[in-house]
Nanobody, 116 residues
Framework: QVELVESGGGWVQAGGSLRLSCAAS????????MAWFRQVPGKERAFVAA????????YYADSVKGRFTISRDNAENTVYLQMNSLKPEDTAVYYC?????????WGQGTQVTVSS
């Protein structure tokens, strides 16, 4: 079992920045992928960004490229999402996702609200 604890969400004006964190604990093993998704009411959860274990493979949704940066600290089992130049359309609940050899897990979600 893996537990994911997210933090860093909140309210910000358009153009501002937020940094999300997600700490994993439990049976993560090594070589696991960490990612962020987001969801707005009435829509499916959407991919935002993902990073491989060593950070050599990083992927972003087109909508966040150039504005968001995903990174991870394997010693702390933590993944970060630095979000800059935020737009109102970035408003969503952001979920941390971990994909291990034994299965995948989701965090509880953290609300990000961007006002215009």
């Amino acid at each position: 079992q893996v537990e994911l604890v997210e933090s860093g969400g909140g309210w910000v004006q358009a153009g501002g920045s937020l940094r999300l964190s997600c700490a994993a604990s439990g049976r993560t093993g090594v070589q696991y992928v960490m990612a962020w998704f987001r969801q707005v009411p009435g829509k499916e959860r959407a991919f935002v960004a993902a990073t491989s274990w060593g950070g050599g493979n990083i992927y972003y949704a087109d909508s966040v490229k150039g504005r968001f940066t995903i990174s991870r600290d394997n010693a702390e089992n933590t993944v970060y999402l630095q979000m800059n130049s935020l737009k109102p359309e970035d408003t969503a609940v952001y979920y941390c996702h971990v994909d291990t050899r034994w299965g995948y897990y989701w965090g509880q979600g953290t609300q990000v609200t961007v006002s215009s």
